[in-house]
């Protein structure tokens, strides 16, 4: 493992937001945040602009100097930020991550150089780093942050607020992330669950035995399908969410129970329907619920066209009109949920798969979204 220290910067929308979420970002993606100093606020560094408001951060972590540097720009750009200079002129900026110090490496690349040539010049970066590392000495110039605040010549202001950022801040116990069929929902999830370090529950759909059986013959098989879903489905999650990891901090699943609901209204007659019902609300009670339920949005032809790459045989006969009717019976399961934390991720234009900078939007969407019990965030990447 390596030490790395680098400085956060924000002066456009919701900076100590944007701050935070920089940090947690870099929490998953990066290694692991050991430290946070204060935040300070100064005015924009050799050009006129909104106030900054700035940190540093300490990040232990296995990649390289450019692997974290590559890193680094995934954040920035997932957060909206753009170029860092215009003409080699700085502006207002959603982010800046900037690498300051790797371990006692001197390194000087075109792309990178680290120590951060400017940091000695900079008091909105020596005055964090005064505050988190006050005996780290600098391995080329040989002095401590105290010695070249000392001697920095930047003349700005600096001032310390009360914000406090947190490490690994991710606010839910249980994220449940739903999908039509064809939607990315357990590729996404897999993912996510090893960058926020969860427990990953999957659905053991390829065990159903019904399953290839339903799609050639829906009318008879439905029934008999989707009890099984219910039951294996209840009985996974009683088991999963009651079994704690001790090494894991969360729990991400690529389905939830409601599931059970939106299929069964789709596939089963309303006499079939009314039954099954019954016995869900029975079950439903028991479980426990997701502080987060992220819905993966994709349209139709993306569906078709996924479902046809993957190459499952018993799903190759999946018709348009049905994913359309298990989409509206998911959306109209989800307005009528009053206690339901909900985000709905518009994917329909972008592949998270082959492109990792949709991915990291993904991800940023989550990390800051405010929940909001009884109402749809709709975000469209």
Do not use: C
């Not at 894991?248 to 699943?253: D, L, R």
């Not at 009717?325 to 909900?342: A, P, R, S």
């Not at 985000?343 to 798969?353: A, E, G, H, R």
């Amino acid at each position: 493992m390596h030490q790395a220290i680098l400085s956060l910067g924000s002066n456009l929308g919701a900076p100590i937001q944007n701050l935070q979420v920089a940090t947690d970002m870099l929490h998953m993606f990066a290694g692991r945040v050991t430290g946070v100093a204060p935040v300070y606020e100064t005015a924009p560094w050799h050009f006129s602009g909104q106030q900054f408001l700035n940190t540093v951060v300490v990040l232990q972590t296995s990649f390289s100097p450019l692997q974290l540097l590559k890193i680094t720009q995934h954040i920035e750009r997932a957060l909206g930020r753009t170029a860092k200079s215009v003409n080699g002129v700085y502006h207002n900026r959603v982010i800046d991550i900037d690498i300051l110090y790797f371990d006692k490496l001197h390194i000087n690349l075109p792309t990178l150089t680290i120590p951060h040539p400017l940091l000695t010049q900079r008091n909105f970066v020596l005055y964090p780093l005064t505050d988190i590392l006050p005996e780290f000495f600098h391995p080329v110039l040989h002095k401590t942050h105290q010695e070249l605040l000392t001697l920095s010549p930047d003349k700005n202001l600096v001032n310390r607020t009360n914000n406090i950022l947190k490490i690994n801040n991710l606010k839910y116990n249980f994220i449940a992330i739903e999908g039509n069929i064809g939607a990315g929902k357990t590729t996404f999830a897999t993912q996510f669950a090893k960058d926020v370090n969860a427990k990953l529950v999957l659905e053991r759909f390829e065990e159903n035995p019904f399953l290839p059986k339903f799609y050639q013959d829906p009318k008879r098989y439905a029934f008999p399908l989707e009890m099984s879903f219910l039951a294996d489905r209840y009985q996974q999650l009683t088991d999963d969410l009651s079994q704690y990891d001790l090494f894991k901090t969360s729990v991400v699943s690529d389905y939830y129970v409601f599931k059970s609901l939106i299929f069964s209204k789709v596939t089963l007659s309303p006499e079939e329907y009314a039954l099954y019902r019954k016995i869900f609300n029975f079950m439903y009670n028991d479980l426990v619920k997701p502080d987060l339920y992220i819905y993966l949005y994709q349209n139709v032809d993306r569906l078709l066209q996924n479902i046809k790459k993957r190459g499952r045989a018993y799903e190759q006969s999946i018709k348009s009109d049905y994913l359309a009717q298990i989409h509206e019976g998911y959306m109209n399961f989800i307005k009528t949920q009053k206690d339901l934390n909900v985000l709905i991720l518009d994917i329909s234009d972008i592949d998270f798969v082959k492109n990792p900078e949709y991915y990291y939007q993904m991800v940023h969407k989550i990390v800051s979204h405010t929940p909001q019990k009884g109402e749809l965030t709709i975000s469209k990447l």
